[in-house]
């Protein structure tokens, strides 16, 4: 039995982890499951999957979860260090699915303790690649790609020599306005940002897909995981989502990754690796699909990608304070105290707030130091806002 423990389990990468573990009950023993307000969903999985320990990042919330388990067995706990300590429990394989910077420290918990960690969850890389990647040659861990064009890549890698590699380019779906005026994006709602009109996602995402931020911070993510010069990395608007990703080398070929837009390819990958199997997702049929479109994705149109290209070259801490200000930015979209055009506006402002004092980005890469460049960036996005609704 394969031991695997899933954080930010009641999320829709968490969920579609799942249904993949659920089909397979003899290959599987569960040991952790986290999740934050959806104390029903958690308990009821954790029930079903057998699950050791649940986790709720939410302190006040550890009656309702005790309360949801009595009689179980299962052991209930809550806040941010046992979150921590479920990515720290004995596994062979975790899942990181939890959204946002929250995500750093469980995973970095279990690359320490040498797990196989499958990695939804982008924002570790971008904000402290060096230090994942440092913690799992020291952990003996692996990491593997569960972004959809992470796991692309990587497929299309196998068996390549990474020297012969001339490029890579991740496709973008474009999002819920790749076809609206930069007049109506100023205008845009919430509502109206959260709706994706291929994949079915978690809210945070499927906005930073409306604004290209979920490819710009791709776009350091793949520099993170296949330490490949940023020069040579695309992104392209690719409106049917079927390329996930394609991978160009010096004979002029390129190895293009093709599937239908449900997470469990990736997720089922990673989970199975280095195997290959069955997994419940659709095949294609071309001469349905009849046709995919690619459209450029214009840095001027979206300043996300332009301000990712800023960061790589930037380096040491600026992915850090990148998407903290990012996530904070979005708060403010989300809580109608600034435009949608606004948050790229705050995250350059950061940037470049941040970046003009020593001691911030070119900082020792500790995980002290990404709390504390991620928390400074988070009050600086936040007063930028404030200044800005006076
Ligand atoms: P989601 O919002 O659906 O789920 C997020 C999960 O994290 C939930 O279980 C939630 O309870 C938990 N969580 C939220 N805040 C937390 C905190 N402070 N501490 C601990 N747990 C917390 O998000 P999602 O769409 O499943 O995305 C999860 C991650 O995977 C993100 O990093 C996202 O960028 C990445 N990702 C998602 C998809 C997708 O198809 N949804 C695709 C590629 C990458
Ligand atoms: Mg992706």
Same mark, same amino acid.
């Given at each position: 039995?394969?031991? /695997?423990?899933?954080?930010? @389990?009641?999320?829709?990468?968490?969920?579609?982890?799942?249904?993949?573990?659920?089909?397979?009950?003899?290959?599987?023993?569960? &040991?952790?499951?986290?999740?934050?307000?959806?104390? #029903?969903?958690?308990?009821?999985?954790?029930?079903?999957?057998?699950?050791?320990?649940?986790?709720?990042?939410?302190?006040?919330?550890?009656?309702?979860? =005790?309360?949801?388990? %009595?009689?179980?067995?299962?052991?209930?706990?809550?806040?941010?260090?046992?979150?921590?300590?479920?990515?720290?429990?004995? &596994?062979?394989?975790?899942?990181?699915?939890?959204?946002?910077?929250?995500?750093?420290?469980?995973?970095?918990? @279990?690359?320490? %303790?040498?797990?196989?960690?499958?990695?939804?969850? $982008?924002?570790?890389?971008?904000?402290?690649?060096? !230090?994942? $990647?440092?913690?799992?040659? @020291?952990?003996?861990?692996?990491?593997?790609?569960?972004?959809?064009?992470?796991?692309?890549?990587?497929?299309? !890698?196998?068996?390549?020599?990474? #020297?012969? /590699?001339?490029?890579?380019?991740?496709? +973008?779906?474009?999002?819920?306005?790749?076809?609206?005026?930069?007049?109506?994006?100023?205008?845009?709602?919430?509502?109206?940002?959260?709706?994706?009109?291929?994949?079915?996602?978690?809210?945070?995402?499927?906005?930073?897909? +409306?604004?290209?931020?979920?490819? #710009?911070?791709?776009?350091?993510?793949?520099?993170?995981?296949?330490?490949?010069?940023?020069?040579?990395?695309? &992104?392209?608007?690719?409106?049917?989502?079927?390329?996930?990703?394609?991978?160009?080398?010096?004979?002029?070929?390129?190895?293009?990754?093709?599937?239908?837009?449900?997470?469990?390819?990736?997720?089922? *990958?990673?989970?199975?690796?280095?195997?290959? =199997?069955? !997994?419940?997702?659709?095949?294609?049929? *071309?001469?349905?699909?009849?046709? *995919?479109?690619?459209?450029?994705?214009?840095?001027?149109?979206?300043? +996300?990608?332009?301000?990712?290209?800023?960061?790589?070259?930037?380096?040491?801490?600026?992915?850090?304070?990148?998407?903290?200000?990012?996530?904070?930015?979005?708060?403010?979209?989300?809580?109608?105290?600034?435009?949608?055009?606004?948050?790229? =506006?705050?995250?350059?402002?950061?940037?470049? &707030?941040?970046?003009?004092?020593?001691?911030?980005?070119? #900082?020792?890469?500790? !995980?002290?130091?990404?709390?504390?460049?991620?928390?400074?960036?988070? %009050?600086?996005?936040?007063?930028?806002?404030?200044?800005?609704?006076?």
């Amino acid at each position: 039995m394969r031991r /695997v423990s899933i954080l930010g @389990a009641t999320g829709s990468i968490g969920q579609n982890t799942i249904d993949l573990i659920g089909r397979e009950p003899d290959r599987f023993a569960v &040991a952790a499951l986290t999740g934050g307000r959806n104390i #029903a969903q958690l308990a009821s999985d954790a029930k079903a999957l057998r699950a050791e320990v649940a986790v709720t990042c939410h302190e006040d919330l550890l009656p309702d979860l =005790r309360y949801a388990l %009595q009689g179980t067995g299962i052991e209930a706990a809550a806040g941010d260090t046992a979150i921590a300590e479920a990515g720290a429990r004995p &596994a062979d394989w975790v899942m990181s699915s939890i959204v946002g910077a929250a995500g750093l420290m469980p995973g970095v918990a @279990a690359l320490d %303790q040498g797990a196989t960690l499958a990695l939804a969850n $982008k924002e570790s890389m971008v904000c402290a690649g060096a !230090l994942m $990647k440092q913690r799992a040659r @020291a952990g003996g861990a692996t990491i593997l790609p569960v972004d959809s064009e992470h796991s692309a890549v990587f497929q299309a !890698l196998i068996g390549e020599d990474i #020297a012969a /590699v001339e490029r890579v380019i991740i496709t +973008a779906s474009g999002g819920a306005f790749r076809d609206w005026s930069p007049e109506q994006m100023a205008a845009a709602t919430p509502e109206q940002a959260a709706t994706h009109p291929n994949w079915d996602m978690g809210q945070r995402i499927t906005i930073d897909s +409306a604004s290209l931020f979920n490819k #710009a911070m791709e776009l350091i993510e793949t520099r993170e995981f296949f330490d490949i010069d940023p020069a040579r990395i695309e &992104a392209v608007i690719h409106p049917e989502s079927m390329i996930h990703a394609m991978v160009g080398f010096g004979d002029g070929a390129l190895m293009a990754h093709v599937g239908p837009p449900d997470m469990r390819h990736a997720i089922g *990958f990673a989970l199975n690796w280095p195997e290959r =199997r069955a !997994l419940p997702v659709e095949r294609l049929d *071309f001469v349905k699909l009849g046709q *995919f479109t690619f459209r450029e994705a214009d840095p001027a149109r979206y300043p +996300a990608l332009r301000l990712a290209r800023e960061v790589m070259e930037a380096g040491g801490l600026s992915g850090a304070v990148f998407n903290a200000a990012k996530e904070t930015a979005l708060d403010g979209f989300l809580d109608r105290r600034i435009g949608f055009l606004d948050m790229a =506006r705050i995250v350059e402002e950061t940037l470049v &707030a941040i970046s003009a004092s020593p001691g911030h980005i070119d #900082a020792e890469f500790t !995980l002290d130091n990404v709390r504390a460049v991620d928390h400074l960036a988070r %009050q600086t996005a936040a007063g930028l806002m404030a200044q800005q609704n006076k």
